[in-house]
């Protein structure tokens, strides 16, 4: 049960936008949205400068750093107070005596904390049921240290990502990339707050490229078996319909994707770097296309 969201903010005008998404997302839970502003240390970055500058210089550069990280500090608190203002979102730091947002809906918090972004978050993400991260527009994710915080995330955190992805009202038609994996597994069990919500379920099975069934016969992996999923998801009320995927030269992940697409999905839910990772960078993956190309709806990936 998805109870509490944690969700970045980096002083952006697009905070705003991002968090009338996650107050929304949150409504049908009644859960907590933690708001978090990570602040980089300056200090951190002395070594960079080299043995060049002074003592003096240095410091200069520090107290700059500082004040600026002030200032987003306070223009993404302030975009907070009228976020929650807008949403009329009661601001809790603690549950109530009588259950998590009883009788109140949706409560919200804010958070700064100091530290390298990616791993700071990481760290925070592991105590809570889901984390919601801002995909900007455009052909790509964007800088790399963005790409670094959402792996950060997948791999050490041990909880589902949310990549939020225009309008969220669609998220009751939900489509799962599912190939049998532990990380498909695991996907569908963090998914399961909104699955056992949805209107509609689709399970997606792409089919096999050559080196694909080469290293799952190598490899022993299982077979995916679609049709288990849909009398497991049957226990819950789902009933979902399985949509095999044709590749036609395509990647898996671009496949997936154009599928879910044409479903209308609102939610593709996957399985996070299924193969090792590094296979998945050097050759691509699903995992490493929607993390890389514009995806038409939200995504939640588990690792």
Same mark, same amino acid.
């Given at each position: 049960?998805?109870?509490?969201?944690?969700?970045?903010?980096?002083?952006?005008?697009?905070?705003?936008?991002?968090?009338?998404?996650?107050?929304?997302?949150?409504?049908?839970?009644?859960? $907590?949205?933690?708001?978090?502003?990570?602040?980089?240390?300056?200090?951190?970055?002395?070594?960079?400068? %080299?043995?060049?500058?002074?003592?003096?210089?240095?410091?200069?550069?520090?107290?700059?750093?500082?004040?600026?990280?002030?200032?987003?500090?306070?223009?993404?608190?302030?975009?907070?107070?009228?976020?929650?203002? %807008?949403?009329? =979102?009661? =601001?809790?730091?603690?549950?109530?005596?009588?259950?998590?947002?009883?009788?109140?809906?949706?409560?919200?918090?804010? +958070?700064?904390?100091?530290?390298?972004?990616?791993?700071?978050?990481?760290? +925070?993400?592991?105590?809570?049921?889901? &984390?919601?991260?801002?995909?900007?527009?455009?052909?790509?994710?964007?800088?790399?240290?963005?790409?670094?915080?959402?792996?950060?995330?997948?791999?050490?955190?041990?909880?589902?990502?949310?990549?939020?992805?225009?309008?969220?009202?669609?998220?009751?038609?939900?489509?799962?990339?599912?190939?049998?994996?532990?990380?498909?597994?695991?996907?569908?069990?963090?998914?399961?707050?909104?699955?056992?919500?949805?209107? &509609?379920?689709?399970?997606?099975?792409?089919?096999?490229?050559?080196?694909?069934? =080469?290293?799952?016969?190598?490899?022993?992996?299982?077979?995916?078996?679609?049709?288990? /999923?849909?009398? $497991? /998801?049957?226990?819950?009320?789902?009933?979902?319909?399985?949509?095999?995927?044709?590749?036609?030269?395509?990647?898996?992940?671009?496949?997936?994707?154009?599928?879910?697409?044409?479903?209308?999905?609102?939610?593709?839910?996957?399985?996070?770097? %299924?193969?090792?990772?590094?296979?998945?960078?050097?050759?691509?993956?699903?995992?490493?296309?929607?993390?890389?190309?514009?995806?038409?709806?939200?995504?939640?990936?588990? $690792?």
């Amino acid at each position: 049960m998805i109870k509490h969201i944690l969700v970045p903010v980096g002083g952006l005008p697009t905070d705003a936008v991002l968090l009338e998404k996650v107050f929304a997302l949150a409504r049908p839970f009644s859960a $907590h949205v933690e708001v978090l502003h990570i602040r980089r240390d300056p200090r951190n970055d002395l070594p960079l400068y %080299g043995e060049g500058f002074s003592a003096e210089i240095l410091q200069e550069v520090v107290d700059e750093a500082e004040r600026n990280a002030r200032t987003t500090a306070a223009a993404a608190r302030r975009m907070f107070g009228d976020a929650v203002a %807008g949403a009329s =979102v009661v =601001v809790a730091d603690r549950p109530a005596a009588d259950g998590p947002t009883e009788g109140i809906g949706v409560t919200a918090s804010w +958070r700064e904390a100091t530290g390298p972004t990616a791993r700071t978050l990481a760290a +925070r993400a592991r105590f809570a049921d889901l &984390t919601v991260l801002a995909r900007p527009s455009g052909e790509s994710l964007g800088p790399a240290l963005d790409l670094e915080v959402v792996q950060g995330a997948l791999f050490e955190s041990g909880r589902p990502v949310l990549l939020a992805c225009g309008a969220m009202e669609r998220l009751d038609s939900v489509a799962i990339a599912w190939n049998g994996s532990l990380s498909s597994v695991r996907a569908v069990a963090g998914a399961m707050g909104f699955i056992t919500r949805a209107r &509609t379920v689709s399970i997606l099975v792409a089919d096999e490229g050559p080196m694909d069934a =080469v290293v799952g016969v190598l490899g022993g992996r299982a077979q995916p078996q679609p049709e288990r /999923l849909v009398d $497991h /998801l049957a226990w819950h009320g789902v009933q979902a319909i399985i949509r095999h995927v044709g590749r036609e030269g395509r990647p898996v992940g671009t496949a997936l994707a154009e599928a879910a697409r044409d479903l209308n999905a609102g939610l593709l839910v996957m399985g996070g770097y %299924g193969h090792s990772r590094m296979r998945e960078i050097v050759l691509g993956g699903a995992t490493r296309h929607v993390l890389t190309h514009p995806v038409d709806c939200a995504v939640l990936l588990v $690792h």
